[in-house]
């Protein structure tokens, strides 16, 4: 795989943070998420962690649905804009743990979570089998990892600008990174929706369908 990066991951999601609501709702749309949640059999009461949680786009369904959730990030200004925004809507509830944090080191303890969620993160992280790992360590026996990202792509674009790692995974990677983090009845599909953006000079415009795993602890 290539890793080749121009800028350093928390400064650019730090300037998209206040645009971030409108531009994710350009590049996909809520199936994505409706469809990570049913994956992974949400209960109400239950824990779950959202990784990579940008403005709370998991975190929004994981409350509606009666959830607890553990939101970590590694920009402070997503965080910043999620806290604002679900102020308003959540007022007087403690519903949403809110964390900075890093893909290689979460903080949050062994074996904490009912379900961890990771929505178009994985492609950003340094080091996804890693990080893969790292979200099954927070899981309670039992529980589930659902991932949520782009399937391979040819777009170098999204690299220059949308800060991109790495350009979609193979769902066999998926997969063995799934197993060799010790999860078990892995399953890798397709949401059945896809990711959109346009290149800056317009001359490119890039659909990319998004795969859903998931696995037990
Ligand atoms: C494309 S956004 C997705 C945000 C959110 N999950 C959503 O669906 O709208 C990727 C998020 O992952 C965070 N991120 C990127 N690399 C990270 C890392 N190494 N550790 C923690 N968070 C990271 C970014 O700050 C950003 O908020």
Redesign the pocket.
């Known amino acids: 795989m290539r890793d080749e990066i121009t800028m350093e ?2 400064n650019y ?1 730090d300037e998209v943070a206040p645009e ?1 609501d409108m531009l ?1 709702k350009s590049f996909f749309s809520k199936a994505v998420r409706d469809k990570a949640l049913s994956v992974a059999d949400v209960h109400p009461g239950r824990i779950a962690a ?6 709370g ?2 975190t929004e369904g994981l409350v509606q649905k009666d959830l607890k959730v553990i939101a ?4 402070q200004n ?1 965080l910043s804009e999620m806290k604002q925004k679900f102020a308003g809507l959540l007022a007087g509830q403690d519903l949403i743990d809110y964390r900075l ?4 080191s979460l903080p949050i303890q062994d074996e904490t979570v009912d379900y961890a969620f ?4 994985l492609h ?3 080091l996804p089998p890693e990080a893969i790992k790292e979200m099954a360590r927070i899981l309670k026996p039992g529980g589930v990892l659902v991932i949520t990202d782009l399937d391979c792509h040819s777009f170098e674009f999204l690299k220059h600008e949308h800060n991109d790692r790495w350009m979609g995974f193979p769902r066999d990677d998926i997969k063995r990174w799934f197993e060799e983090a010790g999860l078990q009845d892995i399953v890798v599909d397709c949401v059945g929706e896809n990711c959109c953006a346009s290149s800056s000079c317009g001359s490119e415009r890039a659909k990319i369908s998004i795969f859903v795993a998931s696995g037990k602890k």
């Open positions: 991951s928390g999601f971030w994710r959202d990784i990579g949680c940008g403005t786009f998991i970590v990030d590694s920009s997503m944090g890093e893909a290689g990771a929505n178009m993160y950003h992280v340094e």
